[in-house]
């Protein structure tokens, strides 16, 4: 079943490609990775994972092509959670500076329950075959919570590649504990967690982006903080009319050292997947 609907998906996306190619225009199709043009935009993300995000977003030159405010508005709702937040960057040149706050409605959480033998599912852990057994058996709850994050992104731009490495440093008071976290597919404590993301990809104006991703977390476990690191691949295409729209897909795995508490149970693999079309919108 997830093969088929997987199948369905990328025929969903590779047909509403075809039918924007005619009206391509002449920008890069790794525009994506270019400084953006000032003003407001809405894009709309809906994704095989599966999701949805919508974005509106502004942005405010301060020094041309050198320096400028980005704010943003974003929601999401997909199986496990739907969250809304606001997000302000400032970028400097090849540095920027963030800060979001946001709030998280999990109407699906996913918490390690054990029992007087200390089993839960008859699992000592949170593993993806517990949460699929709890996910079968409808045992979740709900629950309403902020969130607040600060980061730091470092850009590196080179002939034909780019380099993107971005600092996050969140505090979730999601009020319980060694439970499964839906955006980083795997199961941690609440409170401070930080995370560095970098994407090294390969860029081709008559194609795209494609190459490595990968994200090293340090989350709340227990008593203490463990590292986990997840990689993979980030590719992407823009499309449609002025080539504002744009496909793309990250896969992050732990695929060749054990780590059972990774990965979207639902594959029984531990794998994450985001692959989805979004429309660029622009409002002024």
């Not at 095989?48 to 092509?65: A, C, N, T, V």
């Not at 080179?158 to 976290?181: A, C, I, P, W």
């Not at 980030?234 to 060749?256: E, M, S, W």
């Amino acid at each position: 079943m997830v093969l088929q609907k997987t199948l369905i998906a990328i025929l969903v996306l590779a047909g509403a490609a075809s039918a924007a190619s005619s009206a391509l225009a002449n920008r890069p199709r790794d525009d994506f990775f270019n400084r953006q043009p000032p003003g407001a935009r809405l894009k709309l993300f809906p994704f095989f994972g599966p999701g949805f995000r919508g974005i509106l977003e502004h942005r405010l030159p301060i020094e041309p092509d050198m320096s400028e405010l980005q704010t943003q508005i974003i929601g999401d709702v997909n199986p496990g959670f739907a969250e809304s937040s606001l997000n302000l960057d400032a970028r400097f040149f090849l540095v920027s500076f963030g800060a979001s706050i946001g709030v998280r409605r999990d109407y699906h959480i996913l918490k390690f329950e054990p029992d007087e033998n200390g089993l839960d599912h008859g699992e000592r852990e949170l593993n993806r075959h517990a949460r699929w057994l709890k996910d079968n058996d409808q045992d979740w709850r709900r629950h309403t919570w902020p969130w607040y994050e600060g980061r730091l992104r470092v850009l590196a731009p080179l002939e034909g590649f780019m380099g993107v490495s971005t600092l996050h440093v969140r505090y979730q008071d999601r009020s319980y504990d060694n439970g499964y976290d839906w955006p980083l597919a795997t199961v941690f404590d609440e409170g401070l967690y930080g995370m560095v993301e970098t994407f090294f990809v390969a860029r081709d104006k008559d194609w795209g982006f494609a190459g490595l991703a990968g994200r090293v977390l340090y989350v709340p476990r227990g008593d203490d903080h463990e590292v986990d690191v997840h990689y993979g691949v980030l590719a992407g295409t823009q499309v449609g009319a002025g080539n504002r729209d744009l496909i793309l897909l990250r896969f992050y795995t732990t695929l060749g050292h054990k780590d059972d508490l990774m990965g979207t149970h639902a594959f029984h693999a531990p794998i994450q997947i985001v692959l989805g079309y979004q429309a660029d919108f622009e409002l002024w």
